[in-house]
Every structure is written in structure tokens, then in C-alpha cells.
């Protein structure tokens, strides 16, 4: 059937218009909306003055208390609390590095003998990533505000104007609608809790940004001294090799050898030449990646290095193990991230229970064209209530996927455990290969070289000797000379490697 057939009984039934009025007039509302609906601006108020009365002070004490955390927190990171973990950033030089590094006075300063001290604490000064971290932290601060303005807590005021389209005419009215929420209790202190987790964890995210700084700082130094050394080594070597290639002269012109002795220490000292010319590209390279951490250009000329010590840990294994389980910044990463997982999930139990709420909703009719109608009518409806989700369970779902990530972050928090066992039992390794080895080299191996070299040298020169055994010592000299500075490198970077996975700097002493 057609719509067209039911327009006559509209029609017929919206002619009415006399009776539709008398039957609005002598309407009487139910008495549940007399009794828990209707109601006039003036018990709105006062029932909204006596439940915000009873939930200010809580709410008042909560605010106080998350502005005291913040202002704590604002302090710590004025003070620079937790950095000394890593650096001495306060003591008199370093302060004056620090100064230097924030003008061009750090250009004349690295132009002299730099160590590592000068390079960390022009870093913390200069360097962008740490300095992006930092602003991190501070504006995670923020969480407080927006877990503690009052607006968001204590009500909201909401007003919209809406136009009805009727038969006969249009309804231009207003309505407005008061609303003052209060959260279910425990929900804001919940929050408070949270933009807590939230600071803890921007801080220790700033904390590993300064830790791998010193570090990479640290394994970069240590890879510019070896290169130092591999030049100075390779410059002695050619200057041995050329004086060999005068001896095999004479002894060519004198005819006691032949021409071969001469191409051989040639050929020697040409492939030292090519090899030098590697060293010198990778200790560029290295300074240029120095010049990074300290926000310079690359070619930004560094001056003498200051040679480094040889260090050691005082520390077993397992004590190392058991400082890392506590210090790592990833693992209390983790644990800040388990803990505000969990936090999440009470939050979002406690959403199942509504907000306690005051609504006081009027509607005025501001322009009536309505047939037999010349009345503004006007509509109040207060009702102090409970706000209910439109699904209760609506939160069900949320809730399941929070809890499994809850266990996954459990499960990846062991995961991170296992590895650095593994880390630092490797590290250990790498730490006392290095070590042994550099006390093999300086203690027998160089001595014994050296003196097969001079031994050689004299066999060779009182013509009792072949010149390939001066120049295969020659060789051995030198590369005995370099695996020294490889291990003596390879100690220190594992030191450094040690520190950034337990955390924190740990006790060294010379070697």
C-alpha cells in the first residue's frame, strides 16, 4: 500500500486541534516525576551545594597533593637529582666546562688537551638529544595539571539551542542543561597516580639518553686513542723500515746480497703506507663522531688526547647482576609500565560505576506559531542522579586486552632480565679477555719482540742472518704492538659497555 493512503487519516486526526489542547492543559505528570523529576532552579542549587560540599574537601586534598608531587618533581629536575649516577656534573671543573661549552669558548678549550672529562661535560651542555629528553621530562610534568583541573573535576556547564520543525509553524526555544559531575571515588586520585607513572617514566627515558651519551662518548674516546696509537705505531715501523731499506742498500752496493732484499723491505713499507693512510681516515672519522655528541661540525679540529687509564670493576658478577636488576633504566622502565598498566585496568573497572551527577535541564519556547497555541511554555526537569553508560559493559572488552598486555609486559619484564644476565656475563668476558691479554702483550710479548727485532737487525747486519728474518720481526713487532692498543681499547670499551648495562657508573680504579 501506497503512503498516499494514510494522508487523509492524518490529516483527520491532526484536525483535532481543540481537543489536543484541553487534553495537554489537564495533563497531571505520574507522582515518581513529581517526587524524583520535577523540581525548580532553587533545589537544583541546593542539591548540588550539598553534594559538592561533601566532595570538595577530598577532591581539594587530592589537588594539594598532586601539586606538592609535581613541585617535588620540578625541584629534583632543577637540581639535577640522579645525574651524578652517571658523571660529576657539579664539581669545579666540570662547572666551568659546562660554562665554556654554552659559548664559543668550548672551540679553545678543545683546541688544547682534551680527556674525557671535558667531553662529557661539554656534551650535557651541548647535546641536542639530551637536551630533547630533558624537555621530555619537563612536560610530562603537565599530566598533573590536566589530572587536577578543577573544571574537568568538580562540572561542566553545557547549553545548546535547538530548532523544531512543526506542522503548522517553528519552535525557535532554548535548552539548557547544568551539570555538575562528580568522579565515582578513587577515579582522580587514580589519575593523579598515573600522570606519577608518566613522570617516572619520561625521567628514566631522559636518564638512559644520558647513559648512552657517556657511553658512546666514552667508546668513541677509546676508539680515537687506539687509532692515535696504530699512527704513532705505523710512523715508528716506516721509520725502521726505511732505515732496513738503507742496510739492504749497502749491502747491495757492497754486492753481499742481492737486489730482492731491497724490493722486499719496499714492499713492506709501501703496504705500512697504505694501511697508514686507513688509520688516519678512521681517526678523523672517530673525532668527527666526537664533534656529534658535542653538536660541532665534523671537521671541528679536537687537540691532543689525554691517554687513558686502564680500568677495572671491583664488582663480582653477581653483584654487578644484582646492581643491574635495580639500576637499569629498561627495567624500571618495564616496571613503571606494569604498574600503570595496572593502574589502567582499576581505572577502567571503576568507569563500570557512574559519576554522580546534578542535572537541572530548562527549556524556554521562545517564538510558538502554533495553531490555538500563544503560550511560551516552559519545561524544568531536576534530578541529583547517577550518570549510567548507555551499555554497561561497554568497558568489558577494554578491560580483557588490559589485563593480557598486563601479563605480556610481566612476560617481556623476565624476558629483559634474562638478557641482561647474558649481557653482562658477555661483557665480563669480553672485560677479562681484554684484560689478560693487554698484561701478555706489556709484560712478554713486547719485550720478547723487541728484542728479536734488535737481534735480527744484528745477525742481519754482521752477515750471519737472512734479511726476510729482520723483516718478519719487524712485522711481529708491529702487530704485537697493535693488538696491545686493540685489547687496552677493547678493556675500556667493555668497562663503558659494563656501566650503561648495569645503569649507573660503577667503582674504577687505574690497573
Do not use: C
Not at 554522580?356 to 506559531?369: A, D, M, P, S
Not at 742481519?460 to 704492538?481: R, S
Request: no cysteine; glycine share 6%.
Amino acid at each position: 500500500m501506497s503512503a498516499l493512503a494514510f494522508f487523509p487519516i492524518i490529516v483527520a486526526q491532526g484536525a483535532d486541534y481543540g481537543g489536543m489542547r484541553k487534553e495537554f492543559e489537564s495533563y497531571k505528570a505520574p507522582d515518581y516525576y513529581e517526587q524524583n523529576v520535577a523540581g525548580s532552579p532553587e533545589e537544583a542549587a541546593k542539591s548540588g551545594a550539598a553534594l559538592q560540599e561533601q566532595a570538595a574537601p577530598e577532591l581539594k586534598l587530592l589537588e594539594e597533593k598532586l601539586n606538592a608531587e609535581k613541585k617535588g618533581w620540578e625541584d629534583s629536575i632543577a637540581s639535577g637529582a640522579g645525574e651524578q649516577e652517571f658523571f660529576d656534573f657539579k664539581s669545579p671543573p666540570a662547572k666551568k666546562i659546562r660554562e665554556a661549552a654554552k659559548t664559543d669558548q668550548i672551540l679553545d678549550l678543545l683546541k688544547g688537551q682534551i680527556d674525557l672529562d671535558i667531553l662529557i661535560a661539554a656534551a650535557f651542555e651541548r647535546n641536542p638529544g639530551l637536551a630533547g629528553a630533558k624537555k621530555q621530562m619537563e612536560a610530562s610534568l603537565e599530566e598533573y595539571s590536566q589530572a587536577t583541573r578543577l573544571d574537568n573535576l568538580l562540572g561542566q556547564y553545557q547549553a545548546f539551542i535547538n530548532e523544531t520543525g512543526m506542522a503548522q509553524g517553528s519552535m525557535s526555544g532554548g535548552m539548557e542543561s547544568i551539570q555538575k559531575k562528580f568522579p565515582f571515588p578513587g577515579v582522580v586520585a587514580l589519575k593523579g597516580d598515573m600522570a606519577a607513572k608518566e613522570v617516572e617514566i619520561a625521567s628514566e627515558n631522559y636518564f638512559v639518553a644520558l647513559r648512552d651519551l657517556i657511553a658512546d662518548i666514552k667508546n668513541a674516546y677509546y676508539e680515537l686513542l687506539y687509532s692515535g696509537h696504530a699512527i704513532r705505531t705505523a710512523e715508528e715501523n716506516l721509520q725502521l723500515l726505511k732505515q732496513l731499506e738503507k742496510i739492504a742498500y749497502i749491502k747491495y752496493d757492497s754486492g753481499l746480497v742481492g737486489y730482492s732484499d731491497v724490493l722486499k723491505v719496499q714492499t713492506r713499507t709501501a703496504k705500512l703506507e697504505t694501511d697508514l693512510v686507513t688509520w688516519r681516515a678512521s681517526r678523523d672519522t672517530v673525532a668527527a663522531r666526537l664533534n656529534k655528541f658535542l653538536n660541532l661540525p665534523p671537521q671541528t679540529a679536537l687537540g691532543p688526547r689525554k691517554e687513558a687509564e686502564l680500568h677495572d670493576t671491583p664488582l663480582s658478577l653477581q653483584d654487578m647482576t644484582d646492581l643491574g636488576l635495580k639500576r637499569r633504566q629498561e627495567l624500571r622502565v618495564l616496571r613503571l609500565e606494569i604498574e600503570k598498566s595496572n593502574i589502567a585496568i582499576t581505572m577502567a573497572e571503576k568507569e563500570f560505576f557512574p559519576d554522580f551527577t546534578l542535572g537541572y535541564n530548562y527549556i524556554e519556547g521562545r517564538k510558538v506559531e502554533m495553531v490555538e497555541m500563544d503560550e511560551k511554555p516552559e519545561l524544568k526537569a531536576m534530578k541529583p542522579e547517577t550518570e549510567t553508560p548507555f551499555w554497561f559493559g561497554m568497558n568489558d572488552a577494554y578491560v580483557r586486552e588490559a589485563r593480557q598486555m598486563y601479563q605480556s609486559m610481566q612476560k617481556e619484564l623476565e624476558a629483559q632480565k634474562d638478557k641482561l644476565r647474558f649481557e653482562l656475563k658477555d661483557l665480563t668476558f669480553r672485560l677479562d679477555t681484554a684484560k689478560r691479554n693487554a698484561a701478555l702483550y706489556q709484560k712478554s710479548l713486547l719485550p720478547l719482540a723487541w728484542n728479536s727485532l734488535e737481534a735480527a737487525k744484528a745477525d742481519y747486519q754482521a752477515g750471519k742472518g737472512d734479511f726476510l728474518n729482520v723483516l718478519d720481526a719487524q712485522e711481529i713487532w708491529l702487530e704485537y704492538n697493535l693488538h696491545y692498543w686493540e685489547h687496552v681499547r677493547d678493556q675500556n670499551q667493555a668497562m663503558a659497555d659494563l656501566e650503561r648495562t648495569v645503569g649507573t657508573q660503577l667503582l674504577t680504579g687505574p690497573k
